[in-house]
T-cell receptor
Framework: SQQGEEDPQALSIQEGENATMNCSYKTSINNLQWYRQNSGRGLVHLILIRSNEREKHSGRLRVTLDTSKKSSSLLITASRAADTASYFCATDVGGSEKLVFGKGTKLTVNP | ETGVTQTPRHLVMGMTNKKSLKCEQHLGHNAMYWYKQSAKKPLELMFVYSLEERVENNSVPSRFSPECPNSSHLFLHLHTLQPEDSALYLC????????????FGSGTRLTVV
């Protein structure tokens, strides 16, 4: 069953702009993760935020987590054409070993 | 390369064929997963293996048969598939549990004709 749901489904921006993607989920979690997928390839793990954390940074990535609203956001600053990809949030369902993914946000960064 | 290798990259098979997908990791992980990715649908978890034992079968039809002979190798045996089974099949591995993220392979693009 689908746990995370990303918003928007598609996002198109110019190089240098910031991109913000949101994720909402339904049940309690231990952590929330973000992945990137280039067209037709495997997913690449970007960042993990635990349920007791509110914000985390990794390079140009900033992730926030609001467990009271069951939502997370991924901010990519100073975007580059190479950031063009689909971005997925994933959650462990109720502390289980499984990751459940949303449908993803397709980001296009125009040069 | 991520450390998880999937072969073949592309596969076209008829509905009466039998084929196998292979996944290999040498990351020292002890959990492996098969996911199916179809157009406009979320990734669907198919099977979970921990320490070579299947711990999850997510209501997958019996025409998909997984095999995990050791902690480094995972297979997905396919037989009498349907056209709707055409999809990208992704293998992933992790230390046991979802606590540190998964490492994915590049996937096998399967087309059933």
């Amino acid at each position: 069953s689908q746990q995370g749901e990303e918003d928007p489904q598609a996002l198109s921006i110019q190089e240098g702009e910031n991109a913000t993607m949101n994720c909402s989920y339904k049940t309690s979690i231990n952590n929330l993760q973000w992945y990137r997928q280039n067209s037709g390839r495997g997913l690449v793990h970007l960042i993990l935020i635990r349920s007791n954390e509110r914000e985390k940074h990794s390079g140009r990535l900033r992730v926030t987590l609001d467990t009271s609203k069951k939502s997370s956001s991924l901010l990519i600053t100073a975007s580059r054409a190479a950031d063009t990809a689909s971005y997925f949030c994933a959650t462990d369902v109720g502390g289980s070993e499984k990751l459940v993914f949303g449908k993803g946000t397709k980001l296009t960064v125009n040069p | 390369e991520t450390g998880v290798t999937q072969t073949p990259r592309h596969l076209v098979m008829g509905m009466t064929n039998k084929k196998s997908l292979k996944c290999e990791q040498h990351l020292g992980h002890n959990a492996m997963y098969w996911y199916k990715q179809s157009a406009k649908k979320p990734l669907e978890l198919m099977f979970v293996y921990s320490l070579e034992e299947r711990v999850e079968n997510n209501s997958v039809p019996s025409r998909f048969s997984p095999e995990c002979p050791n902690s480094s190798h995972l297979f997905l045996h396919l037989h009498t598939l349907q056209p709707e089974d055409s999809a990208l099949y992704l293998c992933a591995s992790s230390p046991w549990g979802a606590y540190d993220g998964y490492t994915f392979g590049s996937g096998t693009r399967l087309t059933v004709v």
